[in-house]
Structures are given as C-alpha cells and as structure tokens.
C-alpha cells in the first residue's frame, strides 16, 4: 500500500538531495547515517532497479535514473559523502601537512567505498580547530570580574573565541603544539624503553588477542592475561604514566599565562609563549597547589562523564557528545566559575608585580623628580 508513493517519491531528484544531507547530519551527531538512512532507502532504491531490469527485459526503456545503482556508483564513489574525490583533493592540493597525511591513510579505503573514517576524522579535525579559541570567553569574563569590570559583562563574552577567531587563534595554535611536541617526545620515549626492555612480551600479544577473539574471552581478560605473564611491566608502564602526567602538568603551567597574555597585553604567538615561560618560572608550584585545591570535583565530574558515556556507548559520538555536555553542566554549578575567577586572580597578582608595580614606582619616581 505504501510502497509505490515511497517509490515515486524516492525516485525523485529532491527527495534524493534530502535524503542524502539527513545521511551528513546523521554523521556529524556521531550516528552511522548510511545505517539509518539505507534501512529505509535501500528497499525503494532495489525496487526501482528491479523495476528498471524489467523494462529492458521487455526491450523498454529504464525510467528510473535514480535506483540503487545511481545511488552506489555515482552518489556514494568513495563511500559516504563521496569522500574519494575529497580524499583526492586532500592528497594533491592540501598546504597542511596534517591534512595531507589524512589524505593518504584515507584514499584506499575510499577506493573500496569505506570512506567512514575519512568523514569522521575530517569532522573532528575541523570542530577541533573551530573550538580552539572557544575558552577564550572564560578569560574575557574572569579578567573583568577581577578588574571590578562586572558591568561590561554581557553573553556576547561567552563567544568572543568565536567573533576574534582569526586574532586568537595563533596563539592558542602555539599553546597547544607545545604541548602536543612535549606529549609526542614523552610516549617516544617510553615506547622505545618498553620495546628495548619487553619486546618480547609485545610479540605476544597479537597471539593473545587472537586467542580472545576465538575464545570470546574479551578485551579485560586479555589484559589480566598480560598482567599476569609479565606484572613488572604493567608496573613500568604506570610509573610511565605517573611521569607523562606529572611533566605535561608542568608543561601545562609553563603556558598557563599565553591567553591571559593576550588578552591582557595584547602578546601574541612567540612573545607571549616567551613571556609565560619567564612569568611563570619560580610559580609553577603555586600554580599546581591552585589546581590540586580543586581536584576532587574535577575527579567527581570526570567520573560523572565516564559513567554517562559508558552507558550511552552504543552511540558512538554522540554519546560521548551527550556525557561531556552533562559533566559540563555539572561542573559549571559546582566549582568551575571559582576555579576560572582563582585562576585570573593568580595571573593579576603575578602580572601586578611584573609590569604594574615597576611601571608605578617609575610614575611615582617621575613625578618625585619634577
């Protein structure tokens, strides 16, 4: 009863257009749109090219342009959002280095359609560049509230980072491969330490796997299997992680002051990385008992988020979407105006004895002289 308006429907060009951008949506909220929207849509499309390959069978001609076939050959060349060509353009005409690299490791699969992971990593590669600047709103704010500059306060400062995207996000750009470079250096360092002391024990774990997924046994008993072979190494690892944590906090602080610098002084990108480092060079401790004060609600909210994604898993990004947003919200009630308003008040006081102090007794001694 519903098939042949679904099929008249489905055949048409719009109809087509639609459901095919509903597909995109799908993907970018973290759903698997060729999922969702070929449950629907295959069973019109196979229809239409049965009732084409009936046509020619009685010597007519197919009337249907679109069909399963328009859709797999012309539409989805390369998999979802035909991504083959996008994969191409990367490859050849990209300037980013970054860019280009996706464009490689993507362009086999999307010979053989599976473009998934293309789309998904370009998704997250631009919303983490669209979102770079996005806390620079947390700074405006706390700065004007330190400054006793509530009244200028409006809801525009929450999208600052958005408006002065293209001042911001130099800086920001700068802030972050700083620590991504000592990150990298770091996990260098410790995979090469654990292939020169327990090589051997890495060779075993493919064979452990294998067994699992034969067995069904799943990912946590191949683990208690590894812990229980070789415990020493399941102890170098965490003295590992102990240490990435503790440099990369370290590391953290040494930046800590670039946005507030920015905002503040108007330093950008090199000067402002510099300035940080000089700033805070006998303060990173300071910094550290700031944040440490504020430990246990960072514990709780992350806990809050890792319990919600756990539980809403089976939605791959979305999920993960969901719980952040969530933990947000929590965070936002519970503590984190405080620790925003106590960061600004630790970067005023540091600032106050670098540049206003000296800059007022110079004033001060002026004005003696005269």
Known sequence: MLQQPLQSIGSTLPATILVLLIESILWIFGLHGSSIVSSVMNPIWRSLSAENAAAIGLGKAATHIVNYQFIANFVKLGGTAATLGLALVIVFTAKSSRYKALGKLSLIPSLFNGSENTFISLISLVLTIVFLTFSHGYIVTTLKVVRNNSESLSDDDAFVGFRRFKELFPTYLVSGLVLFVVAFILLFIMMFFLI???????????????????SQSGTYNVLYSLIQAVPSLVLVILLFVLIMIIVMVVASAFVFAMPYL????????????????????????????????????????????????????FIPVLGTLIASIVSGLIAIYVYLPKYMVSQAIFFEELAYYRYEEPKQRFQGEYQDVE
């Open 196 to 214: 020169m002391f327990f090589g051997n024990v890495f060779s075993e774990i493919p064979y452990l796997i294998v067994n699992s997924a034969f």
């Open 262 to 313: 920015l905002e503040q002084y108007h330093m950008t990108t090199m000067t402002a990385l510099k300035e940080s480092f000089s700033l805070m060079q006998n303060h990173i401790w300071d910094l550290i008992k700031l944040e440490l004060s504020f430990l246990g609600w960072m514990i709780l909210v992350g806990i809050i988020q890792g319990v919600i994604g756990e539980l809403l898993m």
